[in-house]
């Protein structure tokens, strides 16, 4: 078992290195690059995989499961954040949007292989959409829906949910152009968190180690909830204990600079979060592999 989590880990870990690397001697901005991923790489992923993978009944329960994992640690933050009070603004998004798109994605694909990645999207899109909507209504005052109806990624999943389900699919060529691309997005989203590694500072330590023990508790008693109510296949099940936790998304990091909602303490609780994955995910992926439905 340890062998087989190490093989499926050293890929993830060696692309972060890399970037790392980039960040730290060539100092590469890759700012443009996350923006072209964002805005061309991933929806052509989303495009490629939601078009084509089967959608009727049998995703509910993933489905229900992904908005289960948004939600309930959103609730279980609210008598934390007043009993360590702690500002909720600041402290419960990270526990509620977790990374779904440069960690989830490939660790999903090199644990469970081709198979795993049409389900991994959707919970990437689900991830993103209840973000850009649930999330910013809790860190501002304005109307999201803008906002959500012109993401890139959010529109390639429209497109594609339409296709797919009133049986038009898509158009073979079309579907191997949006494939190769969304081949790209994996490797850049492992090498652009690495970059992200460089600005982690000892100072936010304590924020993020204790950030990190309550993403586990949350996304523990997440998962508690889940296996005990919601039937899902093997596969699924033990995704699901992955995504519901995982270390905080950087949008959370984005979102609070934005709003002003001490974006340091937010840094801290992503970068140390991300880097602390080293150690908890070989844990969760040993405990993952030996799960069996309820």
């Given at each position: 078992m340890f062998q087989l989590v190490i093989g499926i880990l050293f890929p993830l870990f060696t692309l972060v290195a890399a970037g790392y690397g980039i960040g730290r001697w060539i100092k590469m901005d890759f700012r443009p690059i996350n923006r072209i991923n964002?805005?061309?790489?991933?929806?052509?992923?989303?495009?490629?995989?939601?078009?084509?993978?089967?959608?009727?009944?049998?995703?509910?329960?993933?489905l229900s499961a992904s908005l289960v994992a948004i939600f309930i640690p959103g609730l279980l933050m609210v008598p934390i954040c007043r009993l360590f009070k702690l500002p909720y603004k600041v402290w419960a998004p990270p526990h509620m949007f977790r990374n779904s798109g440069n960690l989830a994605i490939p660790l999903f694909t090199y644990t469970f292989g081709e198979d795993a990645i049409a389900p991994a999207v959707l919970l990437l899109v689900v991830s993103v959409c209840t973000h850009v909507s649930l999330g910013l209504t809790l860190v501002s005052k304005g109307n999201p829906l803008k906002q959500v109806v012109r993401m890139p990624m959010f529109i390639a999943a429209i497109v594609a949910l339409i296709l797919n389900l009133t049986d038009i699919g898509i158009w073979e060529p079309l579907y191997?152009?949006?494939?190769?691309?969304?081949?790209?997005?994996?490797?850049?989203?492992?090498?652009s968190l690495g970059t992200q590694m460089c600005n982690m500072r000892l100072s936010g330590l304590k924020v993020g180690l204790l950030c990190t023990l309550q993403s586990l508790a949350t996304g523990a008693v997440t998962f508690g909830i889940i296996y005990m109510l919601i039937p899902l296949p093997t596969m699924h099940l033990q995704m699901m204990l992955l995504f519901s936790m995982l270390p905080p998304a950087v949008m959370n990091y984005l979102l609070a600079e934005r709003f002003g909602l001490e974006p340091a303490k937010v840094a801290s609780m992503v970068l140390f979060g991300n880097f602390l994955s080293i150690v908890t995910l070989p844990v969760l992926l040993m405990i993952a592999l030996s799960l069996e439905p309820f």
């Open positions: 964002m805005d061309m790489f991933l929806p052509a992923l989303v495009f490629s995989s939601v078009g084509t993978m089967p959608l009727d009944m049998t995703q509910v329960p993933l191997d152009a949006t494939a190769l691309l969304g081949q790209t997005a994996v490797p850049i989203m492992l090498l």
